[in-house]
């Protein structure tokens, strides 16, 4: 059975609507997915309804930035409660810390003579402050794309130059994520419920069995084995210790938009599924 359960839409990340997305997941005969928008539960509902008109099997997800022991890493969390108040308080208050890392480096960048409305932008996103699209906010003004030309002094420039060229500048500032502690996370989940997933582990080099250990005993549930972030050895490096620790295995695209232009590649699903036959005790998941 194929199945996605890790995607993002546009309540954070991604480019496609919850909508959208459900219709794209139809279209390549997914079974069963999960979204998981950063540090934001804002598009579940929406992709529940639009699932159930596809007959695809929503599960509850998110993607967390999370910190354990000094380490910075990603985590997948799935069938929580929604609803739950302090998971909701937790989340606004990194929506918030998040916001006020984006402005900081705004306020350089007008300071250096970039054209924006700060305020203006910021508004638009009430939740998840993405970087990707602050970068389109950025380009979409003509006096800012004449400056990011001269001085990044290239023939094409993608997003990612402009990201490292002005939210990783040490002289400008460095935009790092909005991390919640891993016990901050398990404390959570006694309540609200779910499994704890390690996401693209081999994407970050954080395949380590002493590490492993460490978030067995923590409590952490799972890892995400089959991604597009893994090379075929990683992903048998992470079969192996993921039966030695007795973990439920996951796979997710991290699909985040068509790539558009010419290329010939324009998403994942042109080279790259995902069949829940291959992952051991998946179905804790997705039932």
């Not at 002493?210 to 067995?216: H, R, V």
């Amino acid at each position: 059975m194929l199945i996605d359960l890790q995607f993002h839409s546009t309540y954070s990340d991604g480019f496609l609507t919850p909508n959208e997305l459900a219709s794209f997941l139809k279209q390549q005969g997914i079974k069963v997915a999960s979204l998981t928008d950063h540090n934001t539960v804002g598009g579940l509902s929406q992709f529940r309804d639009a699932c159930k008109k596809k007959k695809i099997k929503a599960i509850n997800g998110m993607e967390l930035y999370v910190t354990y022991q000094k380490k910075k890493m990603n985590m997948l969390w799935y069938n929580f409660d929604e609803d739950d108040i302090e998971l909701h308080k937790t989340l606004r208050n990194s929506h918030v810390r998040r916001r006020g890392s984006v402005r900081r480096i705004l306020e350089k960048l007008v300071e250096k003579g970039f054209k924006l409305n700060i305020d203006k932008t910021l508004d638009k996103y009430i939740r998840y402050v993405p970087i990707n699209y602050i970068v389109g906010d950025i380009w979409a003004v003509p006096d800012n794309r004449a400056k990011i030309r001269k001085e990044l002094n290239k023939k094409i420039i993608r997003e990612d130059d402009i990201i490292h060229a002005y939210f990783k500048n040490f002289e400008i500032g460095k935009l790092g994520e909005t991390y919640i502690s891993l016990g901050k996370i398990m404390k959570l989940r006694e309540k609200a419920g779910g499994q704890i997933i390690l996401n693209h582990p081999g994407k970050h080099s954080r395949i380590r069995e002493d590490l492993w250990e460490d978030f067995k005993k923590a409590g952490v549930d799972g890892v995400e084995i089959l991604s597009p972030h893994h090379s075929v050895g990683a992903i048998m490096y992470i079969q192996d210790l993921a039966a030695k620790f007795d973990f439920i295995e996951t796979g997710g695209s991290d699909f985040h938009r068509h790539e558009g232009g010419n290329s010939l590649i324009q998403n994942y699903s042109q080279y790259f599924r995902i069949n829940s036959k291959y992952l051991r005790k998946v179905d804790e998941i997705i039932g």
